[in-house]
């Protein structure tokens, strides 16, 4: 069974920086694309990043994009996200996900049907 549990949370403000971690186990962490998606109160769950599993294929939200940077490190079995320039609506539980597949694409990698293991998420907050 898929184990995946985020870290790296917090309270920050507005300008500054997070960097979160997903750390899995049950399964080959290397053969698959991983996923990272936010749900903000009363909101549903959107897409944020996803990372193909070399690392060398990224795909980003528009609304991340230039700010957050998906990575892996496939020794260690963790993805993370580094999140820069922080706004108050990044404000979020973040998931990590990981993926049927093992590349991604934008054709299918915000879907979140292409993912078939949840983390129980981390709470980002931004304050202005």
């Known amino acids: 069974q898929t184990r995946l549990v985020e870290s790296g949370g917090g309270l920050v403000q507005a300008g500054n920086s997070l960097r979160l971690s997903c750390a899995t186990s049950g399964r080959t962490f290397s053969s698959y694309a991983m996923g990272w998606f936010r749900q903000a109160p009363g909101k549903e769950r959107e897409f944020v990043a996803a990372i193909s599993w070399t690392g060398k294929t990224t795909y980003y939200a528009d609304s991340v994009k230039g700010r957050f940077t998906i990575s892996r490190d496939n020794a260690k079995n963790t993805v993370y996200l580094q999140m820069n320039t922080l706004k108050p609506e990044d404000t979020a539980v973040y998931y990590c996900?990981?993926?049927?597949?093992?590349?991604?694409?934008?054709?299918?990698?915000?879907?979140?049907?292409?993912?078939?293991?949840w983390g129980q998420g981390t709470q980002v907050t931004v304050s202005s």
């Open positions: 996900a990981a993926g049927r597949r093992s590349s991604v694409s934008g054709s299918y990698s915000n879907n979140e049907d292409e993912y078939d293991s």
